[in-house]
């Protein structure tokens, strides 16, 4: 059974905590795509993690976390967080890093950087963590898998072609201090030494364990709105982050069986560009203050979250170019203090469909048109049946049903690994 765990919005929709959920009956867990640019949150028997590059099993003893092909791999980043997981978990994992993954470098950080600097104004709020010149140097054939770290010898030839490009910009553009052939391949060579005891052949080991009908999860980060073909490009991220690219970033090449689309009961975005729904001053301040397990900051950079009330047009699409086949609703209890709660439920988009999530050009045009349910406005956090909800929430969950088009399966009612309520069973 190979399932995919996948954001239907912008990033932080909770996928972390469903995915620690689902790894428990998990023997495998795989990042398909993105780095250490976001984090997921995880809160179990063990404490609060804010896992930015391991896989979200890595707290079940029997499940193997796998860092697909697809992963932008920063390795100083990933050993950081092994020894932040082991300092408060005792018991062994299994990890498993990809031959074929590529490895972030310092300069790739720095270049993201001097690059957010030189737009200024204009930048991106990209998280510094080098992920667009990462994937910019993939697709120039520039980079390096991890496979090539075992053969030094090999990657001294690559420097060369690779020093001209990024001097030139480094110095002429940027006007900077140029690489050095030296600095690079120490860098090559504590990588390697760092990495080397978690290598593996990833695609072989998938296809054994699909051959062996074990549980597989494949875990996105980020969200469908940010994904480069589909999302608010350029305001996306660098990898494709919608389900049916999973099989491709895992190395697992065949069909999914199931795509688990994860969305919050409200909106939440971080970094720039448009966002129909965001909401400004108080009413703004009030959902991103009660928003999440700590409030409505970046699990990365701890910038505050853009919020805004649930947004259906985005939603159904989201979930749409996903191939979601379930869809978990996360931080329901969230709302609970609202009387009455306003959901988009179109876009005025000037000469465009009210129901479609326009294109970049368009939605820079866009208004929400808006429809209020009534809120239940008493805690919900300790409800261990859905059939228990107060009736507006679960008329709530309903609405927006009808709206995405997907069923909704679980509902989430705390940040905590048993607040699921299962809705279809
Ligand atoms: P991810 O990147 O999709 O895993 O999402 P994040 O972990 O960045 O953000 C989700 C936030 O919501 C975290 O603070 C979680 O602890 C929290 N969270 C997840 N589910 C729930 C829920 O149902 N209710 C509340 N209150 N918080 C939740």
Redesign the pocket.
């Known amino acids: 059974m190979i399932k995919a765990i996948v954001?239907a919005n912008w990033?932080?929709?909770?996928?972390?905590?469903i995915?620690d959920v689902f790894a428990q009956e998990a023997d495998v867990v795989v990042r398909f795509q993105g780095g250490n640019n976001?984090?997921?949150?995880?809160?179990n028997e063990y404490g609060?993690f804010?896992l930015h590059i391991i896989p979200s099993g890595i707290f079940n003893e029997h499940t193997t976390n796998v860092i697909g092909n697809g992963v932008a791999l920063n390795i100083p980043a990933l050993i950081e967080e092994i020894e932040l997981v082991k300092a408060r978990y005792d018991k062994p994992f299994q990890l498993l890093v990809s031959d074929r993954a590529q490895i972030v470098m310092s300069y790739h950080v720095r270049f993201d950087e001097l690059e957010e600097q030189r737009l200024s104004k204009h930048a991106f709020g990209s998280t510094k963590s080098g992920i667009a010149p990462f994937y910019g140097d993939k697709f120039a054939k520039l980079g390096f898998q991890v496979a090539e770290l075992f053969d030094l010898e090999h990657c001294c030839q690559k420097v060369d072609r690779l020093l001209d490009i990024k001097n030139t910009m480094l110095v002429h553009l940027y006007k900077q201090e140029p690489l050095t052939k030296k600095a690079i391949m120490d860098e090559l060579q504590a990588h390697r030494d760092m990495i080397a005891p978690y290598v593996g052949d990833v695609i072989a080991f998938l296809k054994q364990a699909h051959k062996d009908q074990k549980t597989i999860l494949l875990e996105g980060?980020?969200?469908a709105l940010r994904d480069p073909d589909f999302g608010i490009y350029p305001y996306s991220t660098s990898s494709n982050t919608i389900a049916p690219y999973a099989s491709v970033g895992a190395g697992l090449p065949v069909a999914i069986d199931e795509v688990w689309a994860?969305t919050?009961a409200y909106s939440s975005a971080v970094g720039a560009g448009p966002f129909v729904a965001e909401l400004f001053d108080e009413e703004a301040h009030e959902l991103r203050e009660r928003?999440?397990?700590?409030g409505e900051y970046?699990?990365k950079t701890g910038r505050p979250r853009r919020v805004g009330y649930f947004d259906c047009v985005a939603t159904r699409y989201g979930v749409a170019v996903s191939g979601a086949t379930h869809v978990v609703m996360?931080?329901?209890?969230?709302l609970s203090f609202l009387k009455e709660i306003p959901i988009i439920v179109g876009y005025d988009t000037p000469n465009f469909h009210q129901d479609r999530f326009p294109n970049i050009t368009r939605i820079q045009h866009s208004k929400p048109i808006y429809n209020t349910l009534p809120g239940w406005e008493v805690d919900i956090?300790e409800i261990t049946d859905y059939d228990d909800l107060p009736k507006n929430a679960k008329a709530y969950v309903d609405f927006i049903e009808q709206q995405i088009q997907v069923p909704i399966h679980w509902v989430?009612?705390?940040?905590h690994r048993r607040?699921i309520l299962k809705r279809i069973k």
Do not use: C, R
């Open positions: 954001g990033g932080d929709e909770g996928k972390g905590k995915t976001a984090g997921h949150t995880i809160i609060k804010a980060q980020l969200g994860v919050k928003g999440g397990d700590a970046g699990a996360t931080n329901l209890d969230v956090t989430s009612n705390g940040p607040q």
